[in-house]
Structures are given as C-alpha cells and as structure tokens.
C-alpha cells in the first residue's frame, strides 16, 4: 500500500488506476450489494428443490464442458442449461418459448419473501442475532430455531 498526499492507493496501481475503480464502484451505489445470497440468477429454496426431487419434478443438472458452442450449434437447447450457469430462472422463464416449470406451495412462499427468514446472520440460526453487547430487550416468549435441530 502507498500512502501519498492524495491519499491511499493499494500497491500495484497507479493513483488513476484507482481513481477509475473507485468512480466505478460509486455509480454502484444502490445496487443491494450487501444482500445475502444470490444475485445473478432466480432460485428456488433448497426444501422446494428437494420436495421435487424426491417426486421426480427435478434432477441434478451439469452444463457440458462446451455448453456455449453447444447452444449456438442447435445441439443443444439453452433451456436445457442449468440456470445457475446461465444466470437465470430456475423455472426457464427467462428463455423464450421454453416450457415453464410449476411452481409448487414452497417455491411461492420462499418467492413471497420466506427466504428472508433462512437467512440470518445469526451464529445461533435463524432468528435475532446473539446479544453482544446486552442491550437487547429479552423476550422470554420468543423462540429459537436451530437448522438441523429443530
């Protein structure tokens, strides 16, 4: 790291090497960049996933070495690549003309927002966060979940 009179520049760049980076992650801003989970494709809940698996509605799915050259060849039909690779939804409703996937009670309830309940930052699973400090109101009533034990 450098330290000059214009301020902090990491090593290996020049200061308008990071000058550009840095107008770059401004216009960022407002992009939910500290949201959990993923950003670059709709998925479904991993309870949704697996109640389709175990009635044979879903199946593990692995893109080919050659996807791309596959998809643009004909051979092979974009649909059929996984849309965590393509970045898309895991019901194909970003691909045109492609057969949508139903959407069962648990995909619609985890769509609804019911994902925001599985992802806590908690060490203690979902729920509020551990007391660090000791300042938050205790509610005797309230319960805790703990994936895997409750």
Same mark, same amino acid.
């Given at each position: 790291?450098?330290?000059?009179?214009? &301020?902090?520049?990491?090593?290996?760049?020049?200061?308008? /090497? !990071?000058? +550009?980076?840095? $107008? %770059?992650? *401004?216009? =960022?801003?407002?992009?939910?960049?500290?949201?959990?989970?993923?950003?670059?494709?709709?998925?479904?809940?991993?309870?949704?996933?697996?109640?389709?698996?175990?009635? &044979?509605?879903?199946?593990?799915?692995?893109?080919?070495? /050659? !996807?791309? +050259?596959?998809? $643009? %060849?004909? *051979?092979? =039909?974009?649909?059929?690549?996984?849309?965590?690779?393509?970045?898309?939804?895991?019901?194909?409703?970003?691909?045109?003309?492609?057969?949508?996937?139903?959407?069962?009670?648990?995909?619609?309830?985890?769509?609804?927002?019911?994902?925001?309940?599985?992802?806590?930052?908690?060490?203690?699973?979902?729920?509020?966060?551990?007391?660090?400090?000791?300042?938050?109101?205790?509610?005797?009533?309230?319960?805790?979940?703990f994936p895997g034990l409750s």
């Amino acid at each position: 790291t450098t330290l000059s009179a214009g &301020g902090y520049v990491p090593d290996g760049l020049s200061a308008e /090497e !990071y000058n +550009k980076i840095r $107008q %770059q992650d *401004k216009k =960022k801003v407002g992009k939910d960049l500290g949201k959990l989970g993923p950003r670059g494709f709709k998925s479904r809940s991993m309870q949704a996933w697996q109640e389709a698996y175990e009635t &044979g509605r879903a199946g593990h799915t692995f893109a080919p070495i /050659e !996807y791309k +050259k596959l998809v $643009q %060849q004909g *051979k092979m =039909k974009k649909e059929d690549v996984p849309y965590m690779v393509r970045g898309g939804s895991w019901d194909n409703s970003d691909v045109k003309g492609a057969k949508k996937l139903a959407w069962s009670k648990k995909d619609k309830e985890y769509a609804s927002g019911g994902y925001k309940k599985e992802q806590s930052v908690s060490i203690l699973g979902s729920g509020p966060g551990f007391d660090w400090t000791g300042k938050q109101r205790r509610d005797p009533s309230a319960k805790r979940s703990f994936p895997g034990l409750s």
